[in-house]
């Protein structure tokens, strides 16, 4: 069975950092896109980044400079530096990947969130 499993969350002050970390086990044959989005509450959920399995990167405007996203595919990990933090970027963030699994189905799974909490 397949699973994702954040890590990384946390509180901070603006203007300050932290690192998310999105960790697939199981019976993996591979992972093409993985990628992080965010729900602030009273919210829609948006996209923040994402990477293809050729390392193409796509942010959300208001993250570009400040937040980068890459893998580790030797530890079918994902990360997600953030930057210069800001209290709007306060919010639930949920790491996905679309991954295939040794019995040849793909499917996009979905790790248990983290709350990003940024004070001013």
């Known amino acids: 069975q397949v699973q994702l499993v954040e890590s990384g969350g946390g509180s901070v002050q603006a203007g300050g950092s932290l690192r998310l970390s999105c960790a697939a086990s199981?019976?993996?044959?591979?992972?093409?896109?993985m990628g992080w989005y965010r729900q602030a509450p009273g919210k829609q959920r948006d996209l923040v980044a994402s990477i293809t399995n050729g390392d193409k990167t796509t942010y959300a405007d208001s993250v570009k400079g400040r937040f980068t996203i890459s893998r580790d595919n030797a530890k079918v990990t994902g990360y997600l530096e953030m930057n210069s933090l800001l209290p709007e970027d306060t919010a639930v963030y949920s790491c996905y990947a679309t991954i295939r699994g040794r019995a040849g189905r793909a499917s996009v799974y979905w790790g248990q969130g983290a709350q990003v909490t940024v004070s001013s």
């Open positions: 199981g019976s993996i044959s591979s992972i093409s896109a």
